[in-house]
């Protein structure tokens, strides 16, 4: 793909004016795409579950996350005026623009955030100087989402915002009581903070994104929706609500301590859950703490902070790939891949990652702008902490990032839902795959999952043309929290008659680029089974696929053998072992599974290092090693040294009668 001038790759993103000058170079492209009237803005044909205005509506609203932020903070951008411009068309009821007013459970009610928040935070530039016709029409924009049926998550944030944006301009729209409402609900579905245990420090801060039977903590519960959201209106409401904003202020504090182990050395994001066409909008808890001003907790401090944001903003400075040839977002996560996608990703939809260039909001004489850039505060906490909200054993050794998850699960019919939640680990740098099948392992992407078959004798009984995964873990908890013998343990049902008992143990000082799995399998009916690893890169150093599917040739850096299969390539190293264990031989056969392509959501040609095996009737035991050690500016380099420290099991979980 060429591209021209576009500022946001190969920028260093060390000061504040690097900041800008991404952040634009983000807004500038839409240009050409902008309707005469400006509230139009076409880049794509894919379609949603939401009409075409709304998708229209989508991409002229999500810039403003980032346009109201630098205005806010003193900047100036001169393409402002065709927001301007386009809030009050795209308001207007006569005009062949205009967006429609809201109906029960609309898109329209999400774009009523961003729309919101650039009136609350820079009325003088959105909305005072409009005529009065426009003003009018826009208040009666922002007040068709009050009183209608809206889903309940996140999205009552977004018409708390509406009532914001219209209390600001002191529109007699404003619905304190609604607002009220919404906040006092939203309430509900905050998680309590757990009790510290030993040098593992309490959490607090968590939020679902909704009622209890919602078992989803992802990105959402923080940068996509509902951190930013709080201290958004503890900055805009401080004086009417002073007790409330100070509450959110505190969760925020609270929540960073969780927060940083979601981001490696070099600030990538551990990709996890949906939405993550989002891409750098996962940064935007940190980077909104400057707009509001949350004094970070010891240990960490506004370099501290700094940091996370500029290096994550740096992770995506090299990723051409996520641009279209004419500079505007595509639909994916480090390429264009719809493979990905929720159903409600319009061309558009990425730009909520404009939600990370809110620190512009922050003037630049903010110590968030002023501190030096601090590293990833490894020397003052810990590199493994078990979270009990979300179920995640958070991992930071051998220069990788990962986390280890057991206990989340979609809450209605998601596209690739499993994938996105009931993996058992999901990595900075190797990502997750998200299926374009189920008929057979490439399709399958069955990367950090156990993938079960039928193979029962007779066709009657047997259904075995598709595999099965983890969809939905039962009694999912956090043992040892606290202690050298935390882990996690949940069971699994993929058939009536076959349960799996799952033990994920994080890395051993000894290993720290290896964790453990242990299974155990009581079945009613004969089983074959595939363990994959996590995928890599699926090219080797001779530039072609490391394993070719169709003629099974093999670059060097591909090996598979009983026992263990490992891949190395670009991407790094990764692989699995076979621990032989209660009357297991260890003999499963090692395969490098060609993962159909665009499965992966970093790699778009991924290879996946797997164990193949039978499981007959009765009880089975499977305890797998697994290996990943990422690379570094694209080399891999002394990973034999760690391959040799294959860990066992550690004695303290041989004790424990259950094994």
């Given at each position: 793909m060429l591209l021209g001038t576009n500022d946001f790759l190969d920028n260093p993103y060390q000061t504040r004016e690097d900041v800008v000058r991404g952040c634009i170079a983000l807004l500038d492209p839409l240009a050409s795409h902008t309707s005469r009237g400006g509230a139009i803005i076409d880049i794509g044909s894919s379609a949603t579950h939401y009409d075409t205005k709304a998708v229209a509506l989508e991409t002229f609203a999500r810039p403003l996350w980032a346009l109201a932020s630098l205005l806010y903070g003193g900047g100036n951008y001169n393409g402002a005026e065709r927001w301007i411009r386009g809030l009050a068309s795209g308001t207007d009821p006569e005009s062949g623009e205009y967006w429609g007013a809201s109906a029960d459970k609309d898109q329209r009610m999400?774009?009523?955030?961003?729309?919101?928040?650039?009136?609350?935070?820079?009325?003088?530039?959105?909305?005072?100087?409009?005529?009065?016709?426009?003003?009018?029409?826009?208040?009666?924009?922002?007040?068709?989402?009050?009183?209608?049926?809206?889903?309940?998550?996140?999205?009552?944030w977004f018409r708390t915002f509406a009532n914001l944006a219209l209390r600001t301009v002191g529109s007699a729209f404003h619905n304190p009581e609604q607002m009220e409402k919404d906040l006092q609900r939203l309430e509900e579905f905050q998680l309590p903070p757990h009790a510290a245990t030993g040098s593992d420090t309490g959490s607090a801060g968590w939020s679902r994104d909704g009622p209890e039977d919602v078992k989803q903590l992802d990105y959402?519960?923080?940068?996509?929706?509902?951190?930013?959201?709080?201290?958004?209106?503890?900055?805009?409401?401080?004086?009417?609500?002073?007790?409330?904003?100070?509450?959110?202020?505190?969760?925020?504090?609270?929540?960073?301590?969780?927060?940083?182990?979601?981001?490696?050395?070099?600030?990538?994001?551990?990709?996890?859950?949906?939405?993550?066409?989002?891409?750098?909008?996962?940064?935007?808890?940190?980077?909104?703490?400057?707009?509001?001003?949350?004094?970070?907790?010891?240990?960490?401090?506004?370099?501290?902070?700094?940091?996370?944001?500029?290096?994550?903003?740096?992770?995506?400075?090299?990723?051409?790939?996520?641009?279209?040839?004419?500079?505007?977002?595509?639909?994916?996560?480090?390429?264009?891949?719809?493979?990905?996608?929720?159903?409600?990703?319009?061309?558009?939809?990425?730009?909520?990652?404009?939600?990370?260039?809110?620190?512009?909001?922050?003037?630049?004489?903010?110590?968030?702008?002023?501190?030096?850039?601090?590293?990833?505060?490894?020397?003052?906490?810990?590199?493994?902490?078990?979270?009990?909200?979300?179920?995640?054993?958070?991992?930071?050794?051998?220069g990788h990032t990962f986390l280890l998850s057991s206990g989340q699960a979609p809450h209605y019919a998601m596209r690739h839902?499993?994938?996105?939640?009931?993996?058992?680990?999901?990595?900075?740098?190797?990502?997750?795959?998200?299926?374009?099948?189920?008929?057979?392992?490439?399709?399958?992407?069955?990367?950090?999952?156990?993938?079960?078959?039928?193979?029962?004798?007779?066709?009657?009984?047997?259904?075995?043309?598709?595999?099965?995964?983890?969809?939905?873990?039962?009694?999912?908890?956090?043992?040892?929290?606290?202690?050298d013998q935390v882990h996690l343990r949940s069971n699994w049902r993929p058939w009536k008659d076959v349960e799996v008992e799952t033990w994920l143990l994080p890395p051993q000082e000894a290993s720290p680029n290896w964790y453990l799995r242990i299974h155990k399998i009581t079945s009613g009916r004969k089983l074959l089974s595939s363990e994959g690893g996590w995928t890599n890169y699926g090219q080797g150093a001779d530039g072609r696929a490391l394993i070719?599917?169709?003629?099974?040739?093999?670059?060097?850096?591909?090996?598979?053998?009983?026992?263990?299969?490992?891949?190395?390539?670009?991407?790094?190293?990764?692989?699995?072992?076979?621990?032989?264990?209660?009357?297991?031989?260890?003999?499963?056969?090692?395969?490098?599974?060609?993962?159909?392509?665009?499965?992966?959501?970093?790699?778009?040609?991924?290879?996946?290092?797997?164990?193949?095996g039978e499981i007959e009737r009765g009880e089975s035991w499977i305890v797998t090693a697994i290996f990943g050690k990422p690379s570094k500016?694209?080399?891999?380099?002394?990973?034999?040294?760690?391959?040799?420290?294959?860990?066992?099991?550690?004695?303290?979980?041989?004790?424990?009668?259950?094994?």
């Open positions: 999400v774009e009523m955030s961003p729309l919101s928040y650039a009136i609350a935070m820079a009325p003088d530039v959105f909305y005072n100087n409009q005529t009065l016709k426009a003003k009018e029409n826009i208040c009666a924009f922002l007040q068709s989402c009050i009183g209608k049926r809206m889903p309940d998550t996140n999205w009552l959402y519960s923080s940068s996509f929706a509902i951190q930013p959201a709080q201290m958004i209106y503890a900055k805009l409401a401080a004086k009417e609500d002073p007790v409330r904003a100070e509450k959110y202020k505190q969760r925020a504090k609270d929540f960073i301590l969780d927060f940083v182990y979601y981001f490696s050395d070099e600030g990538a994001a551990i990709p996890f859950g949906r939405s993550m066409i989002y891409r750098f909008a996962v940064i935007a808890t940190a980077s909104t703490m400057a707009m509001a001003n949350v004094e970070p907790p010891a240990p960490l401090t506004w370099g501290h902070i700094k940091g996370l944001v500029l290096r994550h903003l740096r992770y995506w400075s090299d990723a051409k790939d996520i641009f279209r040839s004419d500079s505007t977002l595509n639909i994916g996560y480090r390429f264009d891949c719809v493979n990905m996608t929720e159903n409600y990703n319009a061309p558009g939809s990425p730009y909520w990652c404009m939600k990370a260039f809110i620190c512009l909001a922050a003037p630049p004489d903010h110590p968030f702008w002023t501190s030096e850039e601090l590293p990833w505060p490894k020397d003052s906490i810990p590199p493994i902490k078990a979270i009990p909200d979300p179920s995640h054993i958070m991992c930071r050794q051998g839902g499993p994938a996105k939640y009931c993996k058992f680990s999901y990595s900075s740098a190797f990502g997750f795959c998200c299926p374009t099948g189920d008929m057979d392992l490439g399709q399958l992407g069955g990367d950090s999952m156990l993938a079960l078959k039928d193979a029962s004798d007779g066709v009657e009984e047997c259904d075995g043309e598709t595999w099965r995964v983890r969809r939905h873990p039962i009694g999912a908890r956090i043992e040892g929290r606290g202690t070719q599917a169709f003629s099974g040739l093999m670059s060097a850096g591909g090996d598979q053998e009983e026992g263990w299969a490992r891949a190395v390539t670009a991407g790094g190293a990764v692989g699995l072992v076979d621990v032989p264990y209660k009357g297991s031989d260890g003999k499963r056969l090692g395969q490098l599974v060609q993962i159909d392509p665009n499965a992966n959501v970093i790699f778009s040609r991924g290879i996946l290092p797997s164990l193949l500016d694209g080399k891999t380099e002394a990973w034999e040294e760690e391959w040799k420290k294959v860990p066992q099991l550690p004695a303290w979980i041989l004790q424990q009668s259950v094994l």
